[in-house]
Antibody, heavy 114, light 107 residues
Framework: EVQLVESGGGLIQPGGSLRLSCAAS????????MNWVRQAPGKGLEWVSV???????SYTDSVKGRFTISRDNSKNTVYLQMHSLRDEDTAVYFC????????WGQGTLVTVSS | SYELTQPPSVSVSPGQTASITCSGD??????ACWYQQKPGQSPVLVIY???KRPSGIPERFSGSNSGNTATLTISGTQAMDEADYYC??????????FGGGTRLTVL
């Protein structure tokens, strides 16, 4: 069964750092484009970042220079390292496999607040 | 950057047909996907490549995409279809674009 399980969310102060993990099963993360998408409370979906099969990456403008996506093929896991967190980064962060459409994990909540 | 526009809300009576639109410049030149999201749950892919249904998605869900508009159609709408629906395309920058979402109310 194909599954994505996110972890690492929590309450963090503005300016802090957090690393999210997305553990995959049923497929290999290096064979698919893997994405992070976030959803602020009561708001819509916002694409954050992608890591392509060749290892290259792309980010939405608001997180460039602050967030880094990576993967560990040996652990079949994708990460999102987040630095300099802001109040507006508060959201549920979903990991999603791009397979002619997105297939999603359950999400992990990140709350940035003092 | 590319933008997709959806109506904030659509209402439909049970058993009737619901249509949710998604507008964008030359949208018909891109592949569109649609997602259903119920409260407290992750989004679920219901249409990909404009018209295709993933395994397990009921036949009452269908899609089209031409010109500047993609449309998700739900025939014989059921109470369980009440949810938020999002359209999505791939672009250059940003790589992925979502519409603002449409709340479907079945009443």
């Amino acid at each position: 069964e194909v599954q994505l399980v996110e972890s690492g969310g929590g309450l963090i102060q503005p300016g802090g750092s957090l690393r999210l993990s997305c553990a995959a099963s049923g497929f290999t993360v290096s064979s698919k484009y893997m994405n992070w998408v976030r959803q602020a409370p009561g708001k819509g979906l916002e694409w954050v970042s992608v890591i392509y099969t060749d290892g290259s990456t792309s980010y939405t403008d608001s997180v460039k220079g602050r967030f880094t996506i990576s993967r560990d093929n040996s652990k079949n896991t994708v990460y999102l390292q987040m630095h300099s967190l802001r109040d507006e980064d508060t959201a549920v962060y979903f990991c999603a496999r791009d397979d002619q459409g997105f297939y999603w994990g359950q999400g992990t909540l990140v709350t940035v607040s003092s | 950057s590319y933008e997709l526009t959806q109506p904030p809300s659509v209402s439909v009576s049970p058993g009737q047909t619901a249509s949710i639109t998604c507008s964008g410049d030359k949208l018909g030149d891109k592949y569109a996907c649609w997602y259903q999201q119920k409260p407290g749950q992750s989004p679920v892919l219901v249409i990909y490549q404009d018209t295709k249904r993933p395994s397990g998605i009921p036949e009452r869900f269908s899609g089209s995409n031409s010109g500047n508009t993609a449309t998700l159609t739900i025939s014989g709408t059921q109470a369980m279809d009440e949810a938020d629906y999002y359209c999505q395309v791939w672009d250059s920058s940003p790589y992925v674009v979502f519409g603002g979402g449409t709340r479907l109310t079945v009443l």
